[in-house]
């Protein structure tokens, strides 16, 4: 890996990564963790930033060197956030809660294995590629009420408590209008009777 700088205060610092426990890294450069608290409060604004928009975009960023300190709250466009990313887990809360926008949010994440969170809202759009060509995708845990179509399509690996947890989510649109539920074939193929039902009878179409 490649070395890493930051500029704090028109001072370039090296960081070298090193051992990780529990989801922080400690950087064992000149300043300890100093230098963790000084990237990631500055990247993420003491925790106040709001635009996310191609911040976690691309290969180059991985497991090694993303430790976010807050939960990433995004407003408006969340467009290509994670899109392409190298980190296999999200270690903290993906809020969209008020995004109005998440065009490639996760798309061609390959490497994506765990969404330890993400909290949405009943407004929340989903667009067609928002989880696209995550197909290592395998846990996600969702914090809300899910009103828009939303889609897995290439997402076979994800556990029987994944998707229960988007089911349990959906917005029972009893008397509205119906939206759309898409899953892998896999793992729509696997679902139970049971889910299959607790779909329907909240008004969602089922895909796979």
């Not at 975009?57 to 190298?86: H, L, M, S, V």
Request: charged share 15%; hydrophobic share 40%.
């Amino acid at each position: 890996m490649s070395d890493l700088y930051i500029t704090v205060s028109g001072t370039k610092r090296l960081l070298t990564a090193g051992k990780r426990h529990d989801k922080n890294i400690v950087v064992e450069a000149s300043g300890g963790d100093g230098h963790y608290d000084a990237f990631w409060d500055a990247f993420q604004e003491n925790g106040n930033r709001r635009k996310y928009n191609w911040a976690f975009y691309g290969t180059n960023w991985i497991d090694a060197c993303y430790a976010p300190k807050y939960d990433i709250i995004i407003e408006g466009a969340a467009t290509n956030a994670f899109a392409q990313t190298g980190i296999t887990d999200t270690k903290v809360t993906i809020d969209i809660s008020g995004a109005t926008n998440t065009t490639g949010l996760f798309s061609n994440s390959a490497a994506v294995a765990t969404i330890r969170k993400l909290k949405v809202s009943e407004s929340t759009p989903f667009t067609v590629n928002t989880f696209d060509w995550t197909t290592a995708l395998t846990d996600i845990t969702i914090e809300g009420t899910i009103g828009n179509s939303i889609a897995f399509p290439n997402s076979n690996k994800l556990t029987t408590a994944s998707v229960q947890s988007v089911i349990d989510h959906l917005k029972d649109l009893s008397g509205a209008a119906s939206q759309t539920l898409t899953l892998h074939a896999a793992v729509g193929g696997s679902l139970t009777d049971a889910q299959k039902a607790a779909i329907t009878a909240k008004n969602w179409t089922l895909v796979y």
